[in-house]
């Protein structure tokens, strides 16, 4: 592995590929659910702990080598959070950590304003990686991936430079080449078949 160009670089820690890309990514991950205070309204009004809380953490990660931040619109204050920990108080270079968030809007519109939002809370100018969340039933797949639809203009903002990585889009004919049970709802097991089998 040439480890030229693989942002915050430190020997202790492991880097793997990013699927197709160029990027190499931290074995661990710093995610950003879970920080004191960081629900609630508004989303940008952010206490003294959540921000001292969300910067503490990201200064250890970075200091052992994590270059790979996740964060998504779903998880409160979190976006909010990291642009004020990482640029206001810690000053990371934005070049030294690959910044990933998440969301999902049902139209090409709303996905635009979404993730204008969210630059903005990040306090950046562009977003590494972007995922779809809560992708977990067929018919959010073809919503997303219809034409004119949401997955068509995330690749527009990549195109523009919002986004860095352009998302892989799973079409409709690839999801009827899906085994049979991802394309249906699970059936949920009875809590009963559980409390028996553990007894």
Known sequence: MNTVGIRNYNPEMEYRRFGKTEQWLS?????GMRFDESSGQPRDELSPRLIDHCAEVA???LDHGINHIETAYGYGKSEHAY????????QVPRDRYVLMTKGKRGTASAMRQL???????????HIDLYGMHGIN???????LCAT??????LHKMAAEGMICFKPKAIGSRE???????????MK???????RSSAS
């Open 115 to 125: 993730v204008e939002e969210q630059l903005k809370a990040l306090r950046t100018d």
């Open 59 to 61: 200064q250890l990660a």
């Open 83 to 90: 642009g004020k920990a990482l640029g206001d108080v810690l």
């Open 148 to 153: 004119g639809g949401a997955v068509e203009e």
């Open 175 to 185: 999801l009827s080449r899906r085994p049979r049970r991802w394309q249906k709802p």
């Open 188 to 194: 949920q097991k009875p809590l009963a078949d559980f």
């Open 137 to 143: 039933l067929p018919e959010h797949v073809s919503e």
């Open 27 to 31: 074995a661990i991950t710093i995610g």
